[in-house]
Every structure is written in C-alpha cells, then in structure tokens.
C-alpha cells in the first residue's frame, strides 16, 4: 500500500521512454539532419547512422552504469559528484543546464515554422514571432502540470510522428521492392571513409537528448531498475528507426540521384509527394510540427529539473528548488526556465529570425552535450574504480567509456577546427566564460557553507 502511494504520479517504464523519445525528437531529426549528412557521405548516410549510433550506445552504456547506482536528482551532476567530488558534479550539472537551456531557445522558432509550412497547405501564413511565442506559453503550460502528464503528451505527439513516417517508409520500400529499385549500396562504403566519418558528426547529433530522463529518474518508478533499462533500449530503437529511414530516404531518392537528396529543403515532405501525393505531405508536415512540439516539451522538462536539482543544492536559488507536490513539478523552475526562453527568444529570434537562433543555439547546445557526455564517461570509469563493493570490468568500466569518448571527441573537435566564421568562432568561449561563472559560483556557495558551519561552532 504504502509502495503504492510512494509510487503515485511517477513514471513508467512507457513515460521514461516517451520523455527520453521527445527529448531526441527523431522525425524532426529525419526531416533536416540527414540532407545535411548526405553532402558529406553521399548515399552512405545510412552507415554514417550506424556508427553513430554505436558510439552513443557507449556512452548509453556509461549513463546506465552509473544510473543503476545513483538515482538523485541532476542526471550527470548526481553522477560526476559520486566519480569526480562535488566540485566535478556540479561543474558537470552547470554546462548540462547551458546545453539544455540553449537547446531549448532552439525549438520554439523552428517549430513555429513548422507550423506555418503546416497550415500553408490551407493558404494560411501566421507570423512565426508570434506563434513562437504562442508555443512558449502553451509548452509552459503544459510542463506545470507535472511530468507525467508532460510524458503523456510528449508519447502522443511524437509517437503519431512516428507512426506517420513509419508507414510512409514502409509503402516507399514497398513500392521500391515491387520496382526493383532497393540498393543494398547505402551499408556499403565506397572509398569515402572521410565522408562517413564526418556524417557521423551530424549522426551523433540526432541521438542528443536520449539522457534527459536521466534529470528527472527520481520521479521514476523503481528508477534505478528502469531509467537504466530505458536509456539503453531508446538508444537501441532509435538507431534502428534511424538505419531504416536513411535507407529509405537513399533509396527513394535513388542512389544516381543523391545530390536531389542533399539539397532537398524538406526530403521527407519531397518523397510524400512523390510517393504519395499531396495529401500524404500535408500528413508529413504535420508529424514534423508534432515532433516539435515534443521536442520543446523534452527540452523544458530536462532544463527545468536540471535548474530544480542544483537549487535544491544550493548552487542556485532556493526557490528553484521547491518541488510543487500539488502539480507534480519543479513549478518555480519551470517558470524561471519558460521565462528566461521568451526573453532569450525576444533577444534574439525577434531582430534576427528564427533560422539563426536554431543554427547557433542547436550548435552551441550540442557542444555542451558533447562535454558533459565525455565527462560522464570518464567517470563511470573513475567511479567503478574506486567501488571496492563493485567489480571492475575492464570492457564495461574502461574499453567501452573509452569508446565513448573517442567518437565524441571528432563532433566536438569539428566545431573548434578549422575556426569557423562568427559567431561560431566564439562558441568555445561561450562555454568557457559559462564554467568560469559557474567556478564562480561553486566558490561562493562553499565560502557560505564554511560562514554557517563556523557560525554554529
């Protein structure tokens, strides 16, 4: 009875995976990262996937590890705190709250877009600043209301978004079967290694987003049995997703004809047309939007429960880290989070349009992703090290973090060298100045648990 009650508005094995699914948004990530791969992989996109995919397993692998163990509030602050010390956790925590904040400033301008390529099909034009904000407001909405509820939503709108572009791959390998026109040739290379390896780039990229249920597994049911189980099976499934629809986009385009392909502005809504009408675009359009608005959904939760676990302690605001148990969520958070988005988006999306507050914030959130992932593998392998009551497994413990950090290490350096234009050139410092500041922080917080702890004596 009482498991029951401890139990009541947490989430599933089902809600885990539904967050963990919103937060990677993988129809959106079919619909732009893949022309972008195959500039630089031509019709090996697919194989570009798989690797990629491997070496977001590893790290899948490194967060499962440690979750199993540690089931606190902050995802890799919980972690990094148990291998590298508070000060190492917290670091950790602070770039995790960048990353998703930035990420999250992304969203909201793209998917209004989206909205308008949706309701175009009916001669309608909505100005995308006002709808930004239209979904802001609804999304904070939306995520007061607890995270069960928010996991709900997130299942419904990117599992629709799925489905629609599931049973548009299936008929386009149908019909590409009944004409003879499936090419193994995508998993095979064809001396373009290079090429691979930098798809992975934009391949490692579509797999972000796969740890935010990391940030809330204490509103999870027996979480350190499911959140480690679910982060390894939404990697698993993802990649699968994702090898059979760069296979189906190759070959729908055509292999001879994958220069139509990478520089199609909208692949997915071309092969709708193409494949099956007008009709079955529109449809495409609309998964798109849903993958959206469940990708905001992800990436407020993720950041607001972030912002909750360093105010619980102490780094940040007290405030931030009251739980509301009447609405099941983090509220002052996640206003504080919606808040400082509509301001960031005014800022910013107003003067300069949404296309360059996507392209700069997706990037610089990714690098900080890309850091705090490399963190977290490096110290599952210093925490199972130190674990005297736990084997060490020089696979599990050792070659597979190692792995990890190998395949993230190439995205992360691509952003850095050759230098790109502004602002792309400031992104390493942006992230820099953010550590310092949060160095900052850390500092103050213990000079004022030093103060307490001497005025008690």
């Known amino acids: 009875m009482e498991e029951n009650r401890n139990n009541r508005g947490k989430l599933s094995v089902l809600g885990l995976f539904a967050l963990a699914i919103s937060g990677i948004a993988p129809t959106g990530s079919m619909a732009y990262s893949t022309t972008a791969t195959a500039r630089v992989a031509g019709y090996n996109v697919p194989l570009s996937f798989l690797l990629g995919g491997l070496g977001i397993l590893c790290v899948a692998l490194c967060f499962a590890a440690m979750a199993k163990h540690i089931a606190g509030a902050g995802s890799a602050y919980a972690y990094n705190k148990a291998a590298f010390g508070e000060k190492g956790g917290f670091i950790t925590g602070w ?120 940030t809330v597994s204490f509103r999870a049911k027996n979480p350190k049995h499911t959140v480690p189980r679910t982060l390894i099976w939404t990697v698993i499934l993802i990649a699968a997703f994702y090898l059979t629809v760069t296979f189906v986009e190759v070959n729908g385009f055509g292999i001879k004809n994958i220069a139509a392909f990478a520089n199609s502005p909208s692949p997915l809504d071309a092969l709708s047309s193409t494949y099956l009408g007008n009709a079955m675009a529109m449809v495409m359009d609309l998964a798109i939007l849903l993958s959206g608005l469940a990708s905001v959904l992800g990436c407020a939760n993720a950041c607001a429960y972030m912002m909750y676990a360093l105010g619980a302690n102490h780094y940040l605001p007290g405030f931030l880290g009251k739980f509301d148990e009447n609405l099941n969520s983090p509220k002052n958070a996640v206003d504080v989070t919606m808040i400082m988005c509509a301001i960031a988006y005014a800022i910013f999306g107003v003067p300069y349009g949404y296309q360059v507050v996507y392209s700069n914030a997706s990037t610089l959130g990714v690098m900080g992703l890309l850091i705090v992932y490399m963190m977290v593998c490096i110290g599952s392998g ?23 950090v190998a395949v993230l290490i190439l995205p992360f350096l691509s952003n850095i060298y050759p230098v790109p234009k502004f602002p792309g050139n400031l992104y390493p410092y942006i992230i820099i100045i953010w550590v310092v500041i949060g160095l900052i922080v850390s500092y103050v917080k213990d000079k004022g648990d030093r103060s307490s702890v001497t005025d008690e004596d």
């Not at 095979?188 to 249920?213: C, D, K, T």
């Not at 925490?383 to 973090?401: E, G, K, N, Q, T």
């Open 382 to 404: 210093i925490y199972f090290a130190r674990r005297s009551d736990v084997h060490f497994s020089w696979f599990r413990h050792f070659l597979i973090p190692l792995v990890g």
């Open 95 to 214: 770039v995790m709250v960048f990353a998703y904040f930035v990420l999250l400033i992304s969203q909201p301008g793209l998917t209004a877009n989206y909205v308008n390529v949706f309701l175009h099909h009916f001669g309608i034009t909505w100005s995308i600043n006002w709808m930004t904000f239209i979904i802001i407001v609804s999304m904070w909405i939306i995520s007061l209301f607890g995270i069960k509820v928010t996991s709900k939503i997130a299942f419904i709108t990117e599992g629709v978004s799925l489905l629609i572009l599931i049973i548009l791959s299936a008929i386009i390998l149908i019909k590409a079967g009944m004409s003879g026109t499936i090419d193994p040739k995508p998993f095979i290379p064809h001396n373009n290694y290079g090429g691979i390896g930098q798809g992975m780039i934009f391949a490692i990229l579509s797999y972000a987003g796969f740890e935010e249920i990391s």
